[in-house]
């Protein structure tokens, strides 16, 4: 694959909309927000599972996932995330009382578990499939973290969920073969203290963000944005100097690498 494909693109789920997940190899994905829905029986293809964090919308599909392809999977899903990330998908998803624990149980054919929970830590580089991962550092209501996915001699950061964070502009500006930012835009300006409690943005937080970048010499792409105001937030960002050439993610769209 030369393209990311946005499985989901929304920050909740309406009238057709989908929440985050994106397709960055054939057989990985960054977040779980959607991949049935969109990818049928190749479903059976993801292999690799990179969590941001534990809210619904970002892990929704993790337990149906293993749960359609169970008696198929020759070899383990991995989900890779923070301790707290894993922490809080055992406890209150995988627990036999939401869903049955797959971690505990084993492949049709005894060649290993169901699921492997795979902790990962900031800092940490992961090769698979020709893509370097790492996990960089975000700053949202729960543990969290971002990814940046680098695929030759370029690279591609995707944020998910994030409020004001002084780290993730020190990754920005440190990742010099920048292409591509994916950033979440959640609210619109109005409701700058909901986004600030929230800890997300709104258009106007954006671009204070981004202002303090010595240049903006990549593609923005913008997603996680809230059904509800979907065209307020298209109406603002357009309207919006340092905005207007970004691009506002949907479901379906691919982001070239």
């Not at 989901?8 to 977040?31: E, S």
Request: charged share 25%; aromatic share 8%; proline share 4%.
């Amino acid at each position: 694959m030369n393209h990311i494909d946005v499985l989901g693109a929304y920050g909740g789920k309406g009238c057709g909309k989908n929440t985050t997940c994106f397709r960055i190899a054939k057989n990985i994905t960054i977040d779980a927000g959607n991949i049935l829905a969109p990818l049928k029986k190749e479903s059976t293809d993801i292999e690799h599972i990179f969590l941001t964090h534990s809210h619904l919308d970002h892990i929704i599909d993790i337990p149906f996932l293993i749960d359609a392809f169970y008696s198929e999977k020759k070899t383990p899903l991995r989900v890779y995330g923070l301790k707290e990330t894993l922490d809080d998908l055992k406890t209150h998803i995988l627990n036999w009382r939401i869903w049955p624990d797959f971690s505990e149980l084993d492949l049709i054919d005894k060649s290993g578990k169901s699921i492997l929970l795979c902790e990962i830590k900031i800092g940490d580089r992961f090769e698979i499939s020709g893509l370097l991962i790492e996990p960089i550092t975000t700053c949202h209501t729960v543990a969290s973290c971002g990814y940046r996915v680098t695929k030759g001699d370029t690279a591609t950061i995707i944020t998910a969920d994030t409020g004001v964070c002084d780290e993730l502009l020190v990754e920005i500006e440190k990742t010099k073969n920048l292409k591509n930012l994916v950033i979440e835009c959640s609210f619109p300006s109005r409701f700058k203290k909901l986004a600030e409690d929230s800890k997300h943005f709104t258009p106007e937080i954006l671009v204070g963000e981004l202002s303090k970048l010595p240049s903006l010499n990549f593609n923005i792409f913008l997603n996680h944005i809230k059904p509800s105001y979907e065209n307020e937030i298209r109406q603002e960002v357009h309207s919006t100097e340092m905005l207007k050439n970004s691009i506002v993610l949907e479901d379906g769209w691919k982001i070239g690498y």
